[in-house]
T-cell receptor
Framework: NAGVTQTPKFQVLKTGQSMTLQCAQDMNHEYMSWYRQDPGMGLRLIHYSVGAGITDQGEVPNGYNVSRSTTEDFPLRLLSAAPSQTSVYFC??????????????FGPGTRLTVL | EDQVTQSPEALRLQEGESSSLNCSYTVSGLRGLFWYRQDPGKGPEFLFTLYSAGEEKEKERLKATLTKKESFLHITAPKPEDSATYLCAVIQGGSEKLVFGKGTKLTVNP
């Protein structure tokens, strides 16, 4: 098992550009989520999904879109990048659809810089 | 007001010097409290889940405990390889969203 994979590892964007951060897991996990991690702020939940076709907002969803067409993939889209979206982004997944009772596995992260 | 507060922000220990990290929370109806370890440049790695006051879990030199208002991560006789940032997170009743604290950066000197 590759676990949770994220691409790209690093990305530099200009303000206003759009891009998609990719996340995939090969563990057949129902629950997937996206976090951003900023210095002094800790990890903050952006969006999450409890299964294919079902997504919901987290703590900081503005400026980000998600969709979940398959169990394996959970891409995060930035429609019009802003400098405030400079951060490290982590994708995570857990089995059973309920992170309360199941270990969450995190990907290695994508470091995004918006100029 | 932060729902999850970790202290101290940073802790330096000598190898073999035991200590504890604190995670206090204010959420109601706690569904679960989680501890993670994060190494520089990597994603968090799951350590423990605690569900009810009085519960304890151990893994090698780490022991996590839970009360109604806080959790402690006790590190016994730490080694340099225990150096990392330790993150605490909670899920409150009626939610499936993890809320993380800001972490404690632990450095263990040889």
């Amino acid at each position: 098992n590759a676990g949770v994979t994220q691409t790209p590892k690093f990305q530099v964007l200009k303000t206003g550009q759009s891009m998609t951060l990719q996340c995939a897991q090969d563990m057949n996990h129902e629950y997937m989520s996206w976090y951003r991690q900023d210095p002094g702020m800790g990890l903050r939940l952006i969006h999450y999904s409890v299964g294919a076709g079902i997504t919901d907002q987290g703590e900081v969803p503005n400026g980000y879109n998600v969709s979940r067409s398959t169990t394996e993939d959970f891409p995060l889209r930035l429609l019009s990048a802003a400098p405030s979206q400079t951060s490290v982004y982590f994708c995570a997944s857990s089995s059973g659809g309920i992170p309360s009772y199941n270990e969450q596995f995190f990907g290695p992260g994508t470091r995004l810089t918006v100029l | 007001e932060d729902q999850v507060t970790q202290s101290p922000e940073a802790l330096r220990l000598q190898e073999g010097e035991s200590s504890s990290l604190n995670c206090s929370y204010t959420v109601s109806g706690l569904r679960g409290l989680f501890w993670y370890r994060q190494d520089p440049g990597k994603g968090p790695e799951f350590l423990f889940t605690l569900y009810s006051a009085g519960e304890e879990k151990e893994k090698e030199r780490l022991k996590a405990t839970l009360t109604k208002k806080e959790s402690f991560l006790h590190i016994t006789a730490p080694k340099p390889e225990d150096s990392a940032t330790y993150l605490c997170a909670v899920i409150q009743g009626g939610s499936e969203k993890l809320v993380f604290g800001k972490g404690t950066k632990l450095t263990v000197n040889p």
